[in-house]
């Protein structure tokens, strides 16, 4: 190791990784609020509207394997600049949408290469950071797309305002989903000229730092056999890919659903005082994932690998369950609709998002040990597991509403958060893929 003080590149690096989590959130979420006035202008139905909000997560779920593998195989830098102008020019492009046929291509388009963005996190965190401060790396990445959905409803329904004075000839939400887009493409050539796959290729980077993150200097493109049979005979990966179906099925409905539910279930008309609401219950999980970050690195080192992943893993997720359900005792004890009523129940959804982010860090940790040098491909496989639970949640939420109402929601995915908490307690990151 050399006696000279290691530079800190790794720590711009990590920052890159924070903003790129931060503008996946915003193009995910940035139709929320604008759901209404979109459903205005063009015509389309609660159920279609809904179908929109989901046909995100299925192309996202269905991208996250092959691009993930093209992370490994080119590296984040060629990647995820591609990606990044590819998902911002769709989002842009939905604000020139006339009908549900092009609307749908757009959302399927901006889904489908944003699959890469997180596997594309994941590969910055292994050639940038230390093994030892990876679980807190993975919870300042997590950070950025909280904070994403928590900045999100303001920002959208504040450049909505905007644009209804500057340019009342429009639909706001047009110029809203332009400006988004037009903010990912100077991201991505900002991304290009700062970023390196390798600390070993950074002109600032001295080899202090280079010692200390353990890189490897040759990081180019190198072929690997596709580890399927690997994959598939992975007890512990099957089972980290049932805990993120389960998780985003239950919490995807706070960036689709839950602004419905204020509207027409807490009858809170204000469209601004909405995203306030929105916007906490996302903010609420923002100190959660440096905390879930700091146990698991902590309990790694008291614990080891098998409980100090499985732990922080289940044990939050645990009380997410329970806060669901605690919903419809709100309800119950306070009838009639009222502020108090209403901010009262965002305040236990924001604790639901508290506990169920602190488990974040952890299923990093797990993708990160068990991927090795494919943890795109393996933090891509869990995604897609995922986001399969992302593209079902908000159709089979509505269904579940229209028979059975909201407080049944609640109850079955508090049911959901048990389930998986107990599932987590049977992972074991020690079962690494064979190739890893």
Same mark, same amino acid.
């Given at each position: ?28 979420? /940035? ?8 459903? =205005?202008?063009l ?35 060629? *990647?995820?600049?591609l ?8 989002? @842009? ?6 009908g549900?046929?092009?609307f ?12 890469g963005g997180?596997?594309?996190? @994941?590969?910055i ?38 644009? @209804? ?57 190198? @072929? ?19 805990i ?11 960036g ?11 009858l809170?008309? =204000? ?8 916007? !906490? ?20 080192k ?8 499985? !732990? ?31 901010w ?6 924001? /604790? ?10 952890s299923?990093?940790?797990?993708? !990160?040990?068990?991927g090795?040098? *494919? ?62």
């Amino acid at each position: 190791m050399s006696e000279v003080r290691p530079t800190r590149v790794r720590h711009l690096m990590l920052g890159i990784a924070l903003v790129v989590a931060v503008l996946l959130y915003l193009d995910r979420y /940035c139709l929320t609020n604008a759901g209404s006035q979109i459903r =205005d202008d063009l015509g389309f139905s609660r159920p279609e509207m809904a179908a929109l909000l989901g046909a995100f997560f299925l192309p996202y779920a269905l991208g996250q394997i092959p691009l993930g593998y093209l992370v490994d195989r080119y590296g984040p830098r060629r *990647m995820l600049t591609l990606l990044m102008f590819f998902w911002s020019l769709f989002t @842009a492009l939905l604000g020139l949408s006339q009908g549900y046929i092009d609307f749908y291509l757009y959302r399927f388009g901006c889904g489908l290469f944003e699959s890469g963005g997180y596997p594309a996190c @994941a590969g910055i965190i292994r050639r940038w950071i230390p093994v030892s401060q990876r679980g807190m790396a993975s919870g300042i990445v997590s950070v950025g797309g909280r904070f994403g959905g928590a900045i999100t409803p303001r920002v959208t329904t504040a450049l909505m305002a905007f644009f @209804a004075i500057a340019l009342p000839q429009f639909y706001s939400w047009r110029p809203t989903l332009f400006v988004f887009g037009a903010f990912g493409i100077v991201l991505a050539i900002v991304f290009w000229f700062v970023f390196t796959d390798s600390p070993a290729e950074h002109p600032r980077c001295n080899q202090a730092e280079i010692d200390l993150i353990g890189a490897t200097p040759n990081l180019a493109p190198a @072929a690997f056999t596709f580890p399927w049979r690997s994959i598939v005979k992975n007890r512990s990966l099957w089972i980290s890919s049932f805990i993120q179906f389960g998780s985003n099925f239950g919490q995807v409905m706070f960036g689709t659903l839950l602004n419905d539910y204020l509207k027409d279930v807490q009858l809170v008309d =204000d469209i601004g005082t909405r995203s306030w609401m929105t916007g !906490l219950v996302f903010g609420m999980g923002v100190p959660a994932l440096l905390l879930g970050g700091w146990l698991t690195d902590a309990a790694i080192k008291r614990h080891g690998v098998r409980w100090g992943i499985a !732990l922080p893993m289940a044990l939050p997720r645990f009380v997410a369950g329970l806060l669901f359900m605690a919903v419809p005792l709100v309800m119950m004890t306070m009838p009639q609709p009222s502020v108090e009523r209403a901010w009262t129940i965002i305040l236990v959804l924001g /604790c639901v998002s508290f506990f169920s982010d602190m488990t974040l860090p952890s299923i990093w940790a797990f993708n !990160l040990t068990v991927g090795g040098r *494919m943890v795109g491909l393996v933090l891509g496989w869990g995604n897609m597991w995922g986001n399969l639970g992302g593209w079902r949640s908000p159709n089979e939420i509505q269904t579940i509403i229209q028979n059975f109402g909201w407080n049944a929601v609640f109850f079955t995915c508090g049911g959901v958060f048990l389930t998986i908490a107990t599932a987590s307690l049977f992972i074991d990151a020690r079962e690494k893929l064979n190739d890893a």
